[in-house]
């Protein structure tokens, strides 16, 4: 019987190992999700690839490995550079920063469905962005800053009103509900003042696309990320502990109110920030953590293996849409929306079989 059990115990999935640096730290690491990353990037870039050759112009991947590398013509380096290559940028940032920004709310509100989706981010970066469309006319730089000021008002009076002496999880994601109903309210009011010409722009960014996107929106969000992604993998090993609760965090040297809200605000930035630069993207934000949480097979918060598969998720569902549709026939907001919905109704079923709902 020992044997067997010895023998079972070399064949878990489960390889954990002990690595030591030279300064004297040591940090265990995990093998599947290392392999789940480096798969995940690699689809991620394999997807993007193939979907800057993809249009009306279609270039072979091969071409298009060598025009990034700088060996190619002159037309291929502006189709390329100056056209498809913003785009893939903007869809792997926005994914990116969706899937981290949901893994950091469904770790803190310890819930499946504490995504940017259900608690009212999207809304509220919408009703900033109707706002400035509807109201003030404003150009497309406006309406991004009108967009991310609306998400990070949303994500304060969340915080806020869920505040008791602390956040509780459930409470988050209840008024996060609620804000969501409000802020969807005051969205199809400002659609019933706006005029023909500004309902159909506030439909289209709405709907969530990556069509004509370009530098300006790359740049921003690039910075963005190379600022909060390293701010937020530090404090993982801190949101891992505050999973067995706040008691115990706190007993091992967590700060756990500082640690929440440091992360709530790197999340809510995140969300706001990507919903500013491609609309409101559906359920990448949602689905992504889930799927990586069940690739990696590990119960913590995943943070890299959930960036990676949002953002293998988005150029996906962006490639798909072009294959499927042709460019900018069908925007990739709907086809996340579809399969994400999917997705929503078999978690709803299994948690209940669960026992969980």
Known sequence: MKTVKTHRAERSPRANRAVRTPGGLSFRLD?????????????ALAASVVLIGTG??????????????????????????????????????????LGLGGALFQAVSRNPLGSPDILGLGQGATAGALTVIVLFSGSAGEITVGALL??????????LLAWKQGVHGYRLVLVGIGVSAILTAVNGYL????TITEAAQAVVWMTGSLSGRDWEQVWPLLWLCAVLVP??????RGLRMMEMGDD?????????????????VAA?????????????VSFVALTGPQLARRLTRSPGPNLLPSLCMGAALLVAADLLSQKVFGADQMPVGVVTGVLGGVYL???LVTERKAGRI
């Open 345 to 347: 109704l078999w978690l």
């Open 150 to 159: 609306g998400g990070l008002g949303a994500g304060l009076a969340i915080y």
């Open 56 to 97: 009306d112009f279609p270039i072979s991947a091969g071409d298009v490995l060598k025009t990034l590398m700088g060996d190619g013509n002159a037309g291929q380096e502006f189709i390329v550079n100056e056209l498809r290559l913003p785009r893939v940028l903007v869809g792997l940032l926005v994914g990116a920063s």
């Open 31 to 43: 093998v599947r999700a290392v392999v789940v990353v480096v798969l995940l990037l690699a689809a």
């Open 248 to 264: 115990v965090s706190n007993a091992l040297g967590v700060r756990v109110e500082r640690t929440r809200a440091l992360l709530m």
């Open 191 to 194: 659609l019933t003042k706006s």
């Open 231 to 236: 701010l937020v993998l530090c404090n993982a």
């Open 268 to 280: 809510v930035l995140l969300t706001a920030a990507a919903t500013a630069a491609a609309g409101p």
